[in-house]
Structure formats: C-alpha cells, structure tokens
C-alpha cells in the first residue's frame, strides 16, 4: 500500500527485480521519485550492504534535484551480493526551520515553534550520545527562557552543530521505506578491459601463441586474449574454404562444430596441443598482466558424445532425424542446436546441470572470463540459473553476451546476470547515432544493468565503413570503440586493415577464418599497432575512461566531428576526445564545451594536452579543431591552467 511518503521509480534497478549491477569502488548513481502530501520538508537516503556476509549497512544521502527527483550515490568494496534500501522520513526539523525563520522575518507570533523545538529537542536527546546532550539542553533552556528576545531564544536551536545532531528520522514510525533492491558487484574488469580475438590454430596451436603472439598483443595493451571454441571438430558434415560443403583434406572445419570422437567441450582440439599446452598459455597471459577468456558455446556437431549419449538433449524432425542450425536463408549443415526443454523433467535437470559442468571444468583451469555465443536462441530461464549457481561459487567469473539481437532480448540477457553484451556499435556510424545510443546505454535504465562491449569488427562482422575502408576507417572506428565505453574488443587483423568482405550483401569477411587457417605478417611496417598501443596506453592512464556513466557529449558546429568528455569518479582526472567522423576528407569544427562537466572553473582558460602528438593548447569554453583523416582523433588530457 502507499503510505504517507511515496517512492517510486528506483534506480539502479531491473525490469524484472534481477540484481542491478555495479563493481568495487565504482561511484553508482542513485536516485528515485520521492514526495508526500503537503509542504513539510522530506530528507531520504541510500543505504546498502553485502548480503552474502550480513554487513553493516553504509549510507549516504541523497539531494532533491527537482521535480520530486532525488539522486545521491552508493560505492560498493567487496565482490559479490549486495542489497540496497531507499528510506525517506519527514525532516522535522528542517520543516520547523523553515517555518520559523520565515514568521521570524514577519513579525508573527513563535509561540507555538517554540514548544514545537523544545519537544523536538527533548526526543532527540534521548538519542544523541552523552557528550552531545548539553547542547541540546542549552538550546532547549533557551527556548523556554521568555525574558529573551525572539532572536536569541532560538539562536542555538537554529545552530548548524545543533542542527546536525536533529538530522535524520526521531523514531522508526517516522521511515519510510522501500524493499531491499538486489545488487550484483563484480571486480572492475566486468566494466573495463580491452579484449583482443585470435584464432590459436593460425598460430601454430597454444604454446607458438603464448611464446610468439602474446608478448606483442600484451605489448599493445590488451587485457583479454579471447580464444574461439578450442575443443575437438567434427568430421560429419564438416565445412571446408568458404563456408561450403565440400572440404578438402586439410581443411580444419569451422572451431563452432564442437565435438568428436576425441570429446566433446570440455576436451581440447589435440591440433592446438594438449592440457598442458593449455595451462602454459593461460600461465604466460597471466605474467604478462593478461587473461584468456574461452568461448562458450551450446551446440554439437553430429560426432559431440552428447549426440551418442543423450539424443533426447536435441530438437528432432518429424522423421525422426535431428535437426541442423538454420537461420534462414544460412544453414548451419556441421552443428546440431541444443533442446533446452526436453519433453522430460529429469533430461532438463540432467542437460542444464550437464552444460553448468563444462563452465566449472574450465574454471577449474584457471579461466575466469567466457564469451557466450548466442545466448538469445536458449532460454532465459536457463541463463537465469547457470549465471548465479556459477557465482554461487566463483563470484569473481565474467560472462560475455554474444547478442546480436533485438533489444529487448538483449536487456533481458543482462538483467539475468551476464556481466557484459555486444552491442549494435558495429552499425552506428553517424554522429547522431552514436550520441543517442551511448547516450541510452550511460543513461537510460538499462545503464543500471546492462554493460556494453563495443567491437568494430568480429569473425562474423565486417561491416560499415571497414568494408574496403583504408587506414583512416579503421583508426576512426576504433578510436570510437576504446573511448566511447570502457570495455571494447577487435578481432585479430584488424591491426593489418584487413577489409575484403564476402560479397555486397554479405557482412563476414572473405575466406573468413571459421573456416581455415590465416597467415599473416605481423611486422608489416604500416600496422595500426603502434597506435592502437598508444591508445590503449591513455586508457590505462586515465581513470576516466574506465566507466561508462559519465560521458558527456560536446556540441560541434560540424556533424563529422563528434566530441565528448568524461570525468574520473573522483573528480581528479578529466579528458576529451574529439573525433573526425569523415575517412576521405579534413573536418573543422568550434566545440562548445560544459566547463562545469570537466570540473574546471568557467572563468579561466584550461590546459589539454594531447596524446598522439604530445603538444600542450590552452583552451577555453569554444576552441576550434581541425582533423585530417590520416590523423583523426584528439586525445586530450585536461587539466586546469596554473596560477
């Protein structure tokens, strides 16, 4: 039932009363619709917890900023669980202050303030600790004392060090709150990293990887080696060049048609080595400041020994025959989708607890990040389960949306519990778009649960201004996908402008590498890695870049120059980013800027300093820029002008 105090419209918080997200000591934005009847002043605050180690409650308080709309903030500081609680009360005594000073300045009559703030006064020092009670009985013996003039009997009542012991709800009747609101707090590289996707097999396998191609892609700032299915490849229906169905010998077949005779996903391709191979690779990332995460996928070739084992775990066509992926007009004629709701209870139970296992087999070989594909074609209630029985016992686990779905099926995925999505980044390009997407995903409501990944390019994407784009696409694009959110991922070769797509129509890459082995030169002298190294470097320097909630968009009188600025939590380091949109012609621009959203003085000039070139500009509220598509970006580290 409403009560006397209304609160509505929570945030964070999900659609369907899952667990909000954040992660330890991130500064997450609070707020809520909160009003009564009347005009008595209302106070509210946030309080949260760990609910899995019964904490003590923190608090902080929250501000009204107008139309009934509060907002403060919560931090959280150890992984996992959490809980939090809107409460409002009527501020007794600011109400009373209110009213007073203003029939103070009228001339009416106090009389009944007075007994009013003597009442008030007397509750509260039944509360106060002993050494604060004399200063309430002060202000309390001035109240009463009639031979003072108006003034001055209410001189220490109106006293800020008074006030403040009068702050907060008199008693427990006086509460009104809202039920306890889950919140999942993950470790930061849930929100922050940089993932890099490779194929092992075009490697040489997990050691040529780990002792030749790690070192220079830790070199270049990546924090996550993501690695496509590892395990054992059908023979049956095996892809071959192309995608098509006639393979050569030595064609490797696509990593997705998981399983053979060999096993199926918790087995290695012996092609890419062995366990102990496996484990050197997941050690030399670890030494190098890295992790690898594994792909997680959910189908079978014909050969998988599930297919043998447990036929009742897959979709059957009326003639009995099981049934091959679709997605019409694609055919997926090597891979065998996975039932997830058998006729049968006990088969369900047996499946889902089947498929939780092969998570905890890979954790248990030191991997801690998984990139699920395709979650949106299994049940939500499937994911639902898995996610939090994994954490149950390895809260410290990442889970990755593959998800290039409708949106809604996207929140959805999020609000059950993946950490992290894909995201439609790869199909906005314009400067309207990307500002009204980021702008949904940092402050719309699903900014309290769902965390965006943005990839310019995958195995599966070649898209945008890649297809046949040059060098000035590919700095552009990922330009964009370093800054504009904090998690961001590229698939191998895009560093050597790989842009050849399979047709007009179609969005994968010719002779994609699903299919076959890649040989490349990395040491090709014009490589983007030098910049994508430099770029990633400013990520790690500036705290900054590590959220997603505080970008703020920057007004050109240009539409091919899009401009932002983000500010750290704590206010002590600031950047803008300014990018030429346009990777064929010059664009110039005069920004306006919100001085206020950098934290600078709006009276006095500012130093930025940008990264690609190391010169030093003083800037004021409405600088001009000019960018050439061969150098498109500022990157621009701010910092006020010294006295």
Same mark, same amino acid.
């Given at each position: ?177 809202? #039920?306890?609101? @889950?919140? &999942?707090?993950? /470790? ?5 990293? *940089?993932?890099? =996707?490779?194929? !092992? ?106 297919? #043998?084992?447990? @036929?009742? &775990?897959?979709? /059957? ?5 099981? *049934?091959?992926? =679709?997605?019409? !007009? ?314």
């Amino acid at each position: 039932m409403i009560g006397r105090i209304v609160i509505a419209e929570v945030r964070p918080s999900t659609p369907s009363g899952h667990p909000a997200k954040a992660v330890v000591g991130e500064v997450v934005p609070v707020s809520a619709d909160i009003f009564r009847d009347g005009h008595d002043i209302l106070a509210a605050r946030v309080r949260w917890r760990a609910t899995d180690k019964d904490g003590e409650w923190s608090e902080s308080p929250l501000h009204l900023v107008g139309n009934d709309r509060w907002e403060g903030t919560l931090e959280a500081s150890a992984l996992g669980p959490h809980e939090m609680v809107i409460e409002a009360w009527t501020d007794t005594y600011a109400t009373w202050r209110h009213k007073v000073t203003a029939k103070l300045g009228a001339g009416q009559d106090l009389s009944t303030e007075f007994a009013e703030a003597a009442a008030m006064l007397a509750a509260r020092s039944r509360k106060v600790p002993k050494e604060d009670r004399p200063a309430l009985a002060a202000a309390r013996a001035a109240l009463q004392d009639e031979s003072l003039s108006a003034w001055d009997r209410l001189r220490d009542t109106l006293d800020s060090d008074v006030g403040k012991l009068l702050e907060g709800p008199g008693s427990p009747r006086e509460l009104t709150r809202t #039920r306890n609101f @889950p919140l &999942w707090v993950d /470790r930061e590289r849930a929100l922050y990293g *940089a993932w890099y =996707e490779l194929f !092992p097999r075009s490697e040489g396998g997990f050691r040529a990887t780990a002792d030749h191609r790690l070192p220079a892609v830790a070199d270049m700032g990546f924090d996550i080696l993501y690695l496509p299915p590892i395990h054992p490849i059908g023979a049956t229906k095996r892809k071959g060049r192309g995608n098509t169905l006639t393979p050569a010998p030595d064609d490797p077949g696509s990593p997705w048609a998981i399983g053979s005779e060999e096993g199926g996903h918790t087995a290695i391709n012996a092609e890419l080595g062995t366990e102990e191979d496996f484990a050197y690779l997941v050690d030399r990332a670890r030494s190098l400041g890295m992790e690898i995460a594994l792909d997680y996928a959910l189908q079978c070739s014909p050969d998988h020994p599930w297919v #043998r084992d447990h @036929p009742e &775990w897959f979709h /059957r066509r009326p003639d009995g025959s099981i *049934a091959f992926a =679709e997605n019409p !007009p694609k055919k997926y004629e090597d891979i065998y989708p996975i039932n997830f709701w058998p006729a049968k209870e006990p088969d369900r139970i047996a499946l889902w607890e089947a498929c939780r296992d092969i998570f905890l087999h890979w954790i248990e070989r030191g991997i801690r990040v998984f990139r699920v594909d395709n979650p949106h074609t299994k049940p939500l209630a499937f994911w639902e389960w898995v996610i939090p029985s994994v954490r149950d016992r390895f809260p410290e686990t990442i889970f990755l949306a593959e998800a290039f779905t409708r949106p809604k099926m996207m929140a959805a995925l999020a609000a059950v519990g993946f950490s992290q999505s894909y995201t439609y980044f790869t199909w906005r390009t314009a400067k309207w778009e990307l500002e009204e997407y980021l702008t949904e995903l940092s402050e719309g409501p699903v900014a309290d649960y769902m965390r965006p990944n943005f990839w310019p390019n995958t195995p599966d994407i070649l898209s945008g201004p890649l297809r046949g784009g040059g060098p000035a696409a590919f700095k552009i694009r990922f330009v964009l996908a370093a800054t504009l959110t904090p998690s961001y991922g590229v698939y191998s070769g895009y560093e050597l402008y790989e842009n050849d797509p399979a047709s007009d129509t179609n969005e994968e890459y010719a002779d994609s590498e699903k299919y076959t082995l890649k040989t490349r030169d990395w040491n090709t002298p014009d490589s983007l890695a030098p910049w994508i190294t430099q770029i990633n470097r400013f990520r790690r320097e500036h705290p900054a870049l590590h959220r997603l909630r505080n970008i703020r968009f920057i007004r050109s009188t240009n539409d091919q120059i899009l401009a932002f600025s983000k500010l750290s939590d704590d206010g002590a380091d600031a950047v803008i980013v300014v990018v030429n949109l346009d990777p064929h012609s010059t664009q110039e621009a005069t920004l306006r800027l919100d001085l206020t959203a950098l934290g600078l003085p709006a009276d006095r000039p500012f130093n930025v300093t940008d990264v690609f070139t190391g010169l030093t500009f003083i800037w004021g509220p409405s600088p001009y820029v000019r960018l050439d598509p061969s150098e498109p970006a500022h990157l621009l580290s701010v910092r006020p002008v010294s006295r």
